[in-house]
């Protein structure tokens, strides 16, 4: 071999294995906080509020929310579920992308969008070519915005789904209200258990 093939070879070499780890990384599940806490024990109890379905299209699909109490032989536990849905009102398995995000979580995204709501005049007079401030749970959820030449868009990402793009500001407004209103629907919940 020649030395140029040597050198070559030796440069090339590491890239493989990197594109290999790249490609393995997309198919790895993580398993959510919700998962975890399910196949915790052998008893699973779930019971679900009447699902608000609230009158949010993104990318031609509406957004249903309930809160969702489970009981388990490990304890109780308290979730706001999201879904995304094709086709109207209408429940279809293969037409719904899912979010069960945890309570603590939960806290955390309300936290997380009064300071983007902050932050977003700021950025926007900043005038970037792209900017993106996001806020992501470790179960994949993502809520945020983008600015691209003055344009605010905001953004929600379900577990690892697609983005949905809310240019709409009455959405956006109806979208923070989900989750404020769910906390304190499972604050409520959780002192009527107590």
Same mark, same amino acid.
């Given at each position: !071999?020649?030395m140029?093939k !040597?050198? @070559? =070879?030796?440069l090339l070499?590491?890239l493989?294995f *990197?594109?290999?780890?790249?490609?393995?990384?997309? *198919?790895v599940?993580i398993t959510?906080? /919700? $998962?975890?806490?399910?196949?915790?024990? /052998?008893?699973?109890?779930?019971i679900?509020?009447?699902?608000t379905i609230t009158e949010?299209?993104?990318?031609?699909?509406?957004?249903?929310?309930?809160?969702?109490k489970?009981i388990?032989?490990?304890?109780?536990k308290?979730?706001?579920? @999201?879904?995304?849905k !094709?086709n109207?009102?209408?429940y279809?398995?293969r037409?719904?992308e899912v979010?069960i995000?945890d309570y603590?979580d939960?806290?955390?995204?309300?936290?997380?969008v009064?300071r983007? =709501?902050?932050e977003?005049p700021?950025d926007?007079?900043l005038q970037?070519?792209?900017l993106?401030?996001?806020?992501?749970?470790?179960d994949?959820?993502?809520?945020? /915005?983008? =600015?691209?030449?003055?344009? =605010? *868009?905001? @953004?929600i990402? @379900?577990?690892? *789904?697609? /983005?949905?793009?809310?240019?709409?500001?009455e959405?956006?407004?109806k979208l923070?209200?989900?989750?404020?209103?769910?906390?304190r629907?499972?604050? $409520?919940i959780?002192?009527?258990?107590?």
């Open positions: !071999m020649t140029k !040597m050198i @070559l =070879v030796t070499f590491p493989l *990197s594109t290999e780890a790249l490609a393995q990384s997309d *198919s599940h959510t906080k /919700y $998962e975890q806490f399910i196949n915790n024990g /052998y008893f699973t109890k779930l679900d509020t009447k699902p949010l299209k993104f990318g031609g699909k509406y957004i249903r929310s309930f809160i969702r489970v388990t032989d490990s304890g109780i308290y979730y706001l579920v @999201l879904t995304k !094709m109207g009102f209408e279809h398995p037409d719904i979010a995000i603590s939960l806290k955390d995204i309300n936290k997380a009064k983007l =709501v902050d977003e700021k926007r007079n970037p070519y792209y993106e401030n996001i806020f992501k749970t470790i994949g959820f993502i809520i945020g /915005y983008t =600015v691209k030449k003055k344009k =605010v *868009s905001w @953004l990402r @379900l577990n690892y *789904s697609n /983005y949905s793009y809310i240019d709409n500001i959405y956006k407004e923070f209200d989900i989750f404020t209103k769910a906390q629907d499972i604050e $409520e959780m002192a009527k258990d107590n």
